[in-house]
């Protein structure tokens, strides 16, 4: 590690913020692009637009809506609404009036809602509606501090609520915020103006995939420098328009979508949900796209449908320029060199054939393309690399406010994380946990002192959690969770993403669970992709079955059975999966075995599959 470099680089970035803060930032860009376009959700065939000017306007009323309702600076107000311009709206106007905004994943359940309500001291809630004010009940009735709760739908303000709250719609708490600030701007302009760097500028909770979920607060500081150093690492153009599709309760896209568009004055749209992904990509055409490895996996399900059904000599044109695209980017990671003409073949391929496929599916315009969170199957990224698009890794966690490793369009490696961040510091400890350093990370935990110690130590040295290495240019290479690590019963610690990600390779299995604690061997829990699997049933002449008749057709399970024997081949002995069983249920936030961030929840994955595990063992 070049201590020097990385001392230098984080002395520039802490200049380039210095004293700012998002309220800093909101207003330059409002004064120097008021005119731009800034927020966009979809009306019918239509966008509804709000420019910079309009954006920060609505935001200093919602921040008088907020100090007229009695919630006093430092204080926390909880949002629960989905991607639309409304949500970032009500985030700043927090924000303008001291407030700490709190989105809160929808998917949480309600004991889970009135557990990080209480945690925190809610003041005040902004729902989307019935379902989430239903949602709130539990929260509702043990909270002692939450006193308003403003309603974005009308129809689901209460008529004569007898808890003495205050239940409000947007529309009227708005209009009387608009009231307020034109008889009395000083009251927003001095809350904001008090704001310093090092106050906490929004909250977010773990998404649970151990125990309770666990705050972590987020000061302006390491927002900013967070964004800073995402800015420089992906060369994200000014304007750029981007696509907000994720929990805005998963720090990336609050990175991503509700603070780095302030710096470039980028132009947001809004996709309510994930299911429509593909739809909004294609009409937004993003300059870049961040998303878990099962986005990208479920977008290489759709295009890898189209594309089969194109005209045989059309599919070998296509096949060939894939191939050089990929020798292209495979000959463009750090420390190779390409081979003469290479640049020049790709750069024909690209034109005539690979961009008009990205066309197809939405990022034609994309200069960045990300995934994060868990591991990506490498056949998903040589798909990708084959249309000529590169993604790149990254690491972090919420805990460090985002990013701490990237790869870079100029130093990329497959299979890595990239190298540390401008201004970060990654070492592996002894037992070879990846530890973190620098600007960007937390103080600890929400009221969790014992939690707080283990995550730092006293160098200030985060603990991930989990297990890495690092070579010798620097590139960071994540193994697996540290506590997810499974001890086979003859002594091998095996990390069961490597397994999960090889079975993942064949589009038919869309979720696995590779499972050996104590044990002779790894096993696999398996479920299919219900997207892929219809089309592939239809295919081959099966017709009318549901997910759960597809899990146990002849058919279905011999394909599975070959996709096993393909990822053990390229697996170590010990870690080939001996058993599986496929399962003729879907794996989703809903029921469970995923986090609103689609990793896989394990422990419930152990607990509700349990007789399945032990039946693999059997005999």
């Given at each position: ?11 520039a ?5 210095e ?8 207003r ?29 306007g ?20 909880a ?17 303008h009036?001291?407030a ?10 309600p ?38 709760v ?5 129809e ?7 808890d ?7 529309a ?5 915020g ?8 000083g ?32 000061t ?61 990509l ?50 463009g990671?750090y ?22 496929i ?63 961040s ?9 037992d ?9 990370n ?23 959690g ?24 003859g ?97 989703s ?15 419930v ?15």
């Amino acid at each position: 590690m070049d201590v020097e470099r990385t001392l230098r680089e984080r002395a520039a970035v802490e200049a380039e913020i210095e004293g700012r803060t998002l309220v800093d930032w909101l207003r330059t860009t409002a004064e120097e692009d008021g005119d731009a376009p800034a927020l966009s959700d979809r009306v019918g065939d239509g966008w509804r637009t709000l420019t910079w000017a309009q954006y920060r306007g609505a935001a200093l009323e919602a921040a008088a809506a907020f100090a007229g309702a009695g919630i006093r600076p430092g204080e926390v107000l909880a949002l629960m609404l989905p991607n639309r311009s409304e949500h970032l709206i009500a985030d700043m106007g927090a924000v303008h009036a001291g407030a700490v905004p709190f989105t809160v994943y929808a998917t949480f359940a309600p004991e889970q809602v009135a557990f990080v309500a209480q945690d925190c001291g809610v003041r005040t809630a902004v729902l989307e509606g019935a379902q989430e004010l239903e949602r709130w009940g539990p929260a509702l009735e043990r909270s002692e501090t939450l006193h308003t709760v403003v309603l974005m739908d009308p129809e689901a303000v209460p008529d004569a609520p007898e808890d003495g709250r205050r239940y409000v719609s947007w529309a009227d708490f708005t209009a009387e915020g608009a009231r307020l600030h034109a008889a009395d701007p000083g009251r927003v302009e001095a809350r904001a103006a008090a704001l310093t760097p090092e106050d906490n500028a929004t909250l977010l909770y773990t998404s649970g995939t151990t125990g309770d979920p666990k705050g972590v607060f987020e000061t302006h500081h390491q927002v900013l420098y967070q964004c800073v150093i995402t800015l420089r690492a992906n060369a994200t153009p000014r304007r750029a328009v981007t696509l907000s599709y994720l929990p805005m309760a998963h720090i990336a896209e609050r990175v991503l979508s509700a603070y780095l568009p302030i710096k470039v004055a980028g132009h947001l749209y809004f996709c309510p949900e994930l299911p429509r992904l593909g739809e909004f990509l294609g009409l937004v055409r993003p300059h870049g796209l961040f998303g878990v490895p099962r986005v990208w996996e479920k977008l290489q399900a759709g295009l890898t449908a189209a594309l089969a059904a194109a005209p045989e000599e059309q599919r070998a044109a296509i096949e060939e320029a894939s191939q050089v695209a990929r020798a292209y980017l495979e000959q463009g990671q750090y420390g190779r060199e390409r081979e003469p003409g290479l640049a020049e073949r790709f750069a024909r391929a690209d034109a005539e054939v690979l961009a008009p496929i990205r066309a197809l599916i939405g990022l034609d315009r994309a200069v960045y393309c990300i995934t994060a969170a868990a591991p990506m199957p490498e056949e998903t990224l040589r798909f990708f690399s084959g249309l000529g698009l590169l993604v790149r890794d990254v690491y972090g966690m919420t805990e460090n406010c985002g990013a701490v490793t990237v790869n870079r369009p100029d130093a990329y490696r497959f299979g890595s994380v990239g190298v540390p961040s401008e201004g970060m510091e990654v070492r592996v400890a002894d037992d070879g946990e990846l530890l973190v350093r620098g600007p960007i990370n937390v103080a600890g935990y929400h009221e969790r002192p014992g939690d707080s110690a283990a995550l730092l130590d006293g160098e200030g040295w985060l603990h991930t959690g989990d297990v890495g290495r690092i070579d010798e240019d620097g590139f960071v290479y994540v193994v697996d969770r540290k506590k997810e690590l499974f001890i086979t019963s003859g002594g091998e610690n095996i990390a069961p993403a490597s397994i999960e990600n090889r079975l993942r390779e064949h589009p038919l299995v869309g979720q696995a669970l590779a499972y050996g604690d104590r044990r002779p061997y790894p096993v696999a829990l398996l479920t299919l992709d219900a997207e892929v699997a219809p089309g592939w049933a239809r295919a081959h002449g099966i017709e009318g079955a549901d997910l759960a008749e597809l899990a146990g057709h002849p058919l279905v399970l011999e394909e599975v059975s070959r996709a096993v024997e393909a990822a053990n081949a390229g697996l170590a002995q010990v870690q080939k999966v001996k058993r599986w069983r496929l399962l003729p249920t879907e794996w989703s936030v809903e029921s469970e075995e995923l986090t609103p961030s689609l990793k896989l929840k394990r422990r419930v994955v152990h607990r509700k599959f349990a007789d399945a595990i032990d039946s693999l063992y059997a005999g």
